[in-house]
């Protein structure tokens, strides 16, 4: 029985314990393993200034988090033009105090935002797996399932009445401009596709002719977003959700996205056509994960350092 059994009994303990290391890995390591990527985009005019532009994203806050408001405060020491942050705040009802002071700094700095569906409604414990089956089946938030029932409500406002007392522009369904180094900047933003309060006909019309670039804003990119910014001719597009894929798969890359978007864009610098038009996309993988799945693996939390450069 010992010669018979002793082997597969042994491969599953071995099996266990790489699971169990990937887990401690992925939960203990990678997921406070805060990054900086650094990208450039060739969308000014010809002769304009560089400027640096830092996107935050999915920082789903919870009370306690020290190392992640650390290092998001340390951000602002990198000086930015403005700052974008493209939303899904909160992880935790509680932490609207504690996500102000992680972004406390940044707010020093001209900003804008749009909110994703976690800064109006608190999380729910949720198998992973059905993000894969969702994909499957082609569901994603509210644009393909039952609305939510018995939802938790974030405290949202106190959060957005602080970016606005800062000088952040909320973009939500809306249109706003900054100043920087001279050019003006103008941005049309939506509200979260992911649960369906984007009302893109309330900001259509493309970008505005005497801006010198014009940027469209967005949490979730869903492809009706991409879509719509793109046909309209906006040369660059602001988006986050995805995480990445969050749970990847190395040499591989992300299993899903979350929305519709596919998995080659799930983050980083791409693009995305409509006939002949073409526009830059950006997605940030942000730099947190819901409270009730506190992992990543071959995808560590981010921000992005964009620095806007002149056309080709």
């Not at 010809?46 to 806050?61: C, K």
């Not at 996205?257 to 006939?275: A, I, P």
Request: glycine share 10%; net charge neutral; proline share 7%.
């Amino acid at each position: 029985m010992r010669a018979r059994y002793g082997v597969p009994l042994k491969v599953t303990a071995v099996g266990a314990a790489v699971g169990a290391a990937g887990l401690v890995y992925a939960a203990g390591f990678e997921a406070r393993s805060f990054r900086l990527r650094r990208i450039s985009v060739p969308v000014l005019p010809h002769g304009a200034r560089p400027l640096r532009v830092l996107q935050v994203s999915d920082v789903h806050m919870v009370s306690g988090q020290r190392k992640k408001r650390a290092w998001l405060q340390s951000l602002a020491g990198l000086r930015p033009d403005f700052v974008v942050n493209t939303g899904d705040n909160l992880s935790d009802p509680e932490a609207v105090p504690e996500l102000l002071d992680a972004l406390g700094p940044l707010m020093e700095f001209p900003g804008v935002y749009v909110f994703g569906s976690n800064d109006y409604y608190g999380p729910k414990l949720r198998n992973p797996a059905r993000y894969l089956l969702e994909k499957v089946q082609g569901k994603h938030g509210l644009n393909g399932n039952a609305p939510a029932v018995g939802a938790v409500h974030n405290p949202w406002e106190p959060m957005r009445d602080a970016f606005d007392e800062a000088g952040w522009l909320n973009l939500t369904n809306t249109r706003g401009r900054l100043k920087a180094d001279g050019l003006e900047i103008a941005f049309t933003g939506l509200d979260d596709p992911h649960i369906k309060r984007d009302r893109y006909a309330e900001v259509a019309g493309g970008p505005e002719t005497d801006a010198d670039l014009s940027i469209g804003v967005v949490h979730a990119p869903y492809l009706r977003s991409l879509d719509a910014f793109t046909a309209d001719g906006y040369p660059l597009i602001l988006a986050g959700h995805t995480h990445g894929g969050q749970l990847c798969i190395p040499f591989y890359g992300a299993l899903v996205t979350n929305c519709d978007l596919d998995t080659d864009r799930v983050k980083g610098l791409s693009s995305h056509s409509v006939g002949d038009r073409r526009a830059y996309l950006h997605v940030s993988a942000g730099c947190g994960t819901n409270r009730y799945t506190p992992v990543r693996f071959a995808c560590p939390p981010e921000a992005t350092l964009l620095t806007l450069t002149p056309r080709d």
